[in-house]
């Protein structure tokens, strides 16, 4: 076994973390009966039904169960991360944020499509510039951005372009 001169010190932080609830679950009535209604119909998705088992099991009020989060880990087959996240959107930002997935983050349009897509295209079959033999990547990106097509975009934006259409300058 190796020695790792911090090993005390972790143990003990993991130790203490594992005793250390920052964000307590406490359920009320209308709360619970919600969320075991979630969990016995059967109806909602398996994420939202996983994550009322994890809040009801979490629950420390006087009717919750109040497993620390190893238990639930080990009751419900899911990860410590999971345990935590869950139960610290119920605190932070309330029951249906907890029981829902978060959305993801939605990526902007394409710099380059349709006309700008095309005049990349005519321009990479085309001759070069003048004293060049050949098209190079960050070159066609900056003819575009020349042409004012777009404001401004990365040579690998126009090397993803030209693989996606079988194309590559040279």
């Not at 639930?72 to 829902?100: D, H, K, P, Q, W």
């Amino acid at each position: 076994m190796l020695f790792c001169p911090y090993q005390k010190h972790t143990n003990f932080f993991q130790k203490e973390r594992a005793h250390k609830k920052i964000y307590a679950v406490t359920l009320g009535a209308e709360e619970r009966s919600y969320l075991q209604e979630i969990v016995s119909k059967g109806k909602a998705s398996a994420p939202r039904r996983l994550h009322a088992q994890i809040l009801l099991a979490g629950d420390s009020g006087p009717h919750g169960p109040g497993l620390k989060d190893d238990q639930i880990v080990t009751a419900l087959n899911v990860g410590r991360c999971t345990v935590e996240r869950v139960r610290r959107r119920f605190v932070e930002e309330g029951l249906e944020s907890a029981l829902n997935r978060k959305k993801r983050e939605v990526f902007p349009p394409p710099k380059i499509h349709g006309e700008v897509e095309a005049r990349l295209i005519a321009m990479a079959c085309g001759d070069p510039p003048s004293g060049r033999r050949g098209w190079t990547m960050q070159l066609l990106a900056d003819q575009l951005a020349e042409m004012e097509l777009v404001e401004s975009v990365s040579d690998e934006t126009v090397r993803r372009t030209l693989k996606k259409t079988g194309l590559s300058p040279g």
